[in-house]
């Protein structure tokens, strides 16, 4: 089975402020790689799919980058409704996410 | 629009059993794999299942094979799981999600709001 790691577990960071969350694969999975947000008692939101690709309606400060291993969320500029849990997931071999990365205010 | 609205979630003693539904409105059912993912209270997200559109394939996350049983009546619009011998550790909500087109790498693009399966005695 495919392991998917994130980090940080958790994050500190304030508002205007770029964060990037990461997600290693324990074996090659091209770049079937998809990002999740999920708000406190909210279902989880597609943010990113095929690790590049931006869903219809996320704000373009959502990016995405990666293949093969190692892949990246990156957030340009903090917004007050950014704080929330970032789940990745690979789709290469049936599913499996990585851990959550919580986004907390400093 | 993309509804998925899940059902027959509740409380239940260990050892027992309950079917999950969920009701899909706004696509073309058949042409989609489904998934259940869930979630265990304060922790990350679970795929538990997935199942072809037409039903003919069906995949289990190593936690759960032999246990539950995902399937679908494409004439119905509707995905189930079967859970059988439930135990503790299945306490979580769960939430059915539509994959999404070809070429969108496998993602989950719509999810149902999730029904909690609470295993207690």
């Known amino acids: 089975d495919i392991q998917m790691t994130q980090s940080p577990s958790s994050l500190s960071a304030s508002v205007g402020d770029r964060v990037i969350v990461t997600c290693r694969a324990s074996?090659?999975?091209?770049?079937?790689l998809n990002w999740y947000q999920q708000k406190p008692g909210k279902v989880p939101k597609l943010l990113i799919y095929?690790?590049?690709s931006l869903q219809s309606g996320v704000p373009s400060r959502f990016s995405g980058s990666g293949s093969g291993t190692d892949f990246t969320l990156t957030i340009s500029s903090l917004q007050p409704e950014d704080f929330a849990t970032y789940y990745c997931?690979?789709?290469?071999?049936?599913?499996?996410f990585g851990q959550g990365t919580k986004l907390e205010i400093k | 629009e993309v509804q998925l609205l899940e059902s027959g979630g509740g409380l239940v003693q260990p050892g027992g059993s309950l079917r999950l539904s969920c009701a899909a409105s706004?696509?073309?059912?058949?042409?989609?794999?489904m998934s259940w993912v869930r979630q265990a209270p304060g922790k990350g997200l679970e795929w538990v299942s997935a199942?072809?559109?037409?039903?003919?394939?069906?995949y289990y996350a190593d936690s759960v094979k032999g246990r539950f049983t995902i399937s679908r009546d494409n004439s119905k619009n509707t995905l189930y799981l079967q859970i059988n011998s439930l135990r503790a550790e299945d306490t979580a909500v769960y939430y059915c999600?539509?994959?999404?087109?070809?070429?969108?790498?496998?993602?989950?693009?719509?999810w149902g709001q999730g029904t909690l399966v609470t295993v207690s005695s």
């Open positions: 997931q690979q789709s290469y071999s049936t599913h499996t």
């Open positions: 074996q090659s999975i091209s770049n079937y």
């Open positions: 706004g696509f073309t059912f058949s042409t989609y794999a």
């Open positions: 199942i072809s559109g037409s039903g003919g394939s069906a």
């Open positions: 095929a690790a590049s």
């Open positions: 999600a539509k994959r999404g087109a070809s070429g969108k790498g496998g993602c989950f693009d719509y």
